[in-house]
């Protein structure tokens, strides 16, 4: 701080300096090195219900609640936006050291905000927003805890129950586990019952979808970033899902999706055990136990080039796969139920039940998006039934269809012994040209498959194998909204 006087403070009249002081902080104290108030102004002394004769010359901790100025005119340290209870209110207080010759002689306090109706009025406000920002906490917490248990996974088959054991055996090892199965099958519900059963439990299970984020917000998803990182950035930064799941388990799925760079980028947090946010420059420690999953092949992918063999090696240190309900038919009953059960939950429904017909129609389709199919065909025949039981006539048309054209098939290649192998595909009565058959074939497993997934089109992609680009250039081909 300078010592020498500004020429130009001189210049203005002494009777000014009150009112000057008064508008460019309206409650102002200010304290020798003891702590003793050598100035203090109205509305400051209004604000705590005392006067100006009353308060000169007292200590500041006998005249302002909660003060803290004798300690800044002893340390030296400036305390900026420091909260203050003052009348049970939380005033925000800023406090400057004041020096001469290099020596604290004082210090300088003021209070932000010009007129208790003011600070009402920003008090209401940051009420507001702290109660805001305490709903979202919660809400963020609880969105961060698994909500599934080993308990909800049904199934009997022995090929299910062979994966359930093995993950409920491995729930409390520290080593990744890599769930292999197709769009559907649970995987996402087997990440949250492991991380439900260790004793990570109580610390954040954060999911993250790596296909469904684009390539270039992934990683800072993943890792975060500092204030200021690259234009769009929000202010203060942003926390990256490493983490928020520090201490618990951090879920990624659709790992194969997950682009090269990004790859190379998670093997070196793997092994590290740290993040650096981007744009930044610390290194953050984090304990997190990593799930993922996938539903490709990825030994066929590390041997494509398209998957980094060492991430493979550190994320298969346990693998369960599992099945897709088409091989495990004989779980569908079990599994049907206790879909009805939740639905009905939802529906505010009870005691709907499933006709043998549809039972049988069940166990005879091949479920190409496993359970969430099923979960959607149940859904579905609850909003259109009128009684109890769900019958034939309930069930998507396209179940219908797909019998009808298993057993024309049948039919046909009973009768033709040159002719082709089954194809879900109806089979048009005239011959057409091959490309126009081929665009009606895609157009209508885009259409199927948008119909099992609800519309979710990067689910519809999934199911079909498809990327996202490629999946949004058909629709937008065949004009599927
Ligand atoms: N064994 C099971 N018992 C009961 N419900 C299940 C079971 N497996 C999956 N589900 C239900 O099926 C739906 C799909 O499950 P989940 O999202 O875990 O599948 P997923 O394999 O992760 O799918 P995707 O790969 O498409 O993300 C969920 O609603 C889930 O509750």
């Not at 790992?255 to 953050?284: F, T, W, Y």
Request: glycine letters at 6%.
């Amino acid at each position: 701080m300078g010592r020498t006087v500004n020429q130009g403070f001189e210049r203005i009249p002494y009777s000014w300096h009150e009112q000057i002081i008064n508008l460019l902080a309206e409650r102002v104290v200010i304290v020798d090195r003891d702590g003793m108030i050598l100035y203090i102004n109205k509305g400051y002394c209004d604000f705590i219900g005392t006067t100006v004769d009353q308060a000169l010359g007292r200590d500041v901790q006998d005249v302002i609640a909660n003060s803290r100025m004798h300690i800044v005119a002893k340390t030296g340290e400036k305390e900026l936006a420091a909260l203050q209870p003052i009348n049970g209110s939380e005033m925000i207080a800023n406090r400057f050291p004041l020096f001469e010759n290099g020596e604290v002689v004082g210090a300088l306090g003021t209070v932000m905000f010009r007129s208790p109706e003011e600070w009402r009025m920003y008090k209401s406000k940051i009420q507001h927003l702290v109660e805001e920002l305490k709903y979202y906490q919660t809400k963020v917490q609880r969105d961060m805890k698994s909500k599934y248990s080993f308990h909800d996974l049904i199934g009997n088959s022995s090929t299910f129950l062979a994966a359930k054991k093995l993950a409920e055996r491995i729930s409390d090892s520290q080593s990744s586990v890599l769930l292999i199965g197709e769009s559907g099958t649970g995987k996402e519900l087997f990440a949250q019952a492991i991380h439900d059963n260790s004793v990570r439990c109580s610390s954040p299970f954060v999911a993250i979808n790596c296909a469904s984020i684009p390539e270039h917000l992934l990683e800072s998803e993943l890792y975060g970033y500092e204030d200021g990182a690259f234009t769009g950035a929000k202010k203060g930064g942003k926390m990256g899902q490493f983490e928020l799941a520090n201490e618990g388990t951090l879920f990624l799925d659709e790992i194969g999706d997950m682009p090269l760079p990004m790859q190379s980028k998670l093997l070196r947090v793997l092994q590290e055990k740290e993040v650096q946010r981007i744009g930044g420059h610390k290194s953050i420690p984090v304990d997190v136990r990593v799930i993922a999953a996938t539903h490709r092949d990825l030994e066929k992918m590390v041997e494509d080039g398209e998957f980094r063999q060492d991430l493979f090696y550190r994320l298969n240190v346990i693998k369960i796969d599992i099945p897709p309900l088409r091989k495990r038919k004989e779980d569908i009953p079990l599994i049907s139920i206790s879909l009805l059960k939740k639905l009905e939950k939802r529906f505010f429904r009870k005691g709907i039940e499933l006709s043998d017909e549809v039972m049988e129609k069940l166990m005879e389709h091949k479920w190409p998006g496993n359970i969430r199919e099923l979960e959607n065909v149940l859904e579905r025949c609850i909003n259109v039934i009128d009684g109890n039981t769900i019958q034939l006539d309930h069930l998507p048309l396209y179940l219908h269809e797909q019998q009808r054209e298993r057993k024309m098939q049948t039919q046909s290649i009973s009768n033709d012994n040159d002719a082709v192998s089954p194809t879900s595909i109806p089979l048009p009565l005239s011959v057409k040209p091959l490309k126009e058959t081929v665009a009606l074939a895609e157009k209508q497993a885009i259409q199927h498959a948008l119909a099992l997934t609800k519309g979710n089109k990067l689910e519809a992609a999934k199911l079909l194998e498809i990327g996202k680009t490629s999946f949004y250039e058909k629709c937008k081909l065949y004009e599927i909204k």
